[in-house]
Nanobody
Framework: VQLVQSGGGLVQPGGSLTLSCAAS????????IAWFRQAPGKEREGVSC????????????SVKGRFTISKDNSRDNAKNTVFLQMNSLKPEDTAVYYC??????????????????WGQGTQVTVSS
């Protein structure tokens, strides 16, 4: 699976950004895509996750109610795009954001980051 990220940049506190993760090369209808972030000097954090078949979504407590994960309903099962809409951004949201994908993910522990494919990362900076 290949993942190409887009979006990110500099935004003021309280602002919004949308990240995209274009995934290709799926060989199964059953997959999960998640967003992670890592700030300087901090451990990687699971932000949000979505499953392919039933659109179940998961969020970390730190972003719940502010971030929304979604996916396009592509008819091409080999290609999908997942979005992370980030609202009410805070300076503590500043980090490099990565999307990750895999099949047969242990969904109850998605936040641990056991995914086989990763995007290139994109910087999100929240600052006035």
């Amino acid at each position: 699976v290949q993942l190409v990220q887009s979006g990110g940049g500099l935004v003021q506190p309280g602002g919004s950004l949308t990240l995209s993760c274009a995934a290709s090369g799926f060989t199964s209808d059953y997959w999960a895509i998640a967003w992670f972030r890592q700030a300087p000097g901090k451990e990687r954090e699971g932000v949000s996750c979505i499953t392919s078949v039933d659109d179940r979504t998961y969020y970390s407590d730190s972003v719940k109610g502010r971030f929304t994960i979604s996916k396009d309903n592509s008819r091409d099962n080999a290609k999908n795009t997942v979005f992370l809409q980030m609202n009410s951004l805070k300076p503590e949201d500043t980090a490099v954001y990565y999307c990750a994908a895999d099949f047969q993910v242990a969904i109850d522990t998605w936040y641990l980051g056991d995914f086989g494919s990763w995007g290139q990362g994109t910087q999100v900076t929240v600052s006035s």
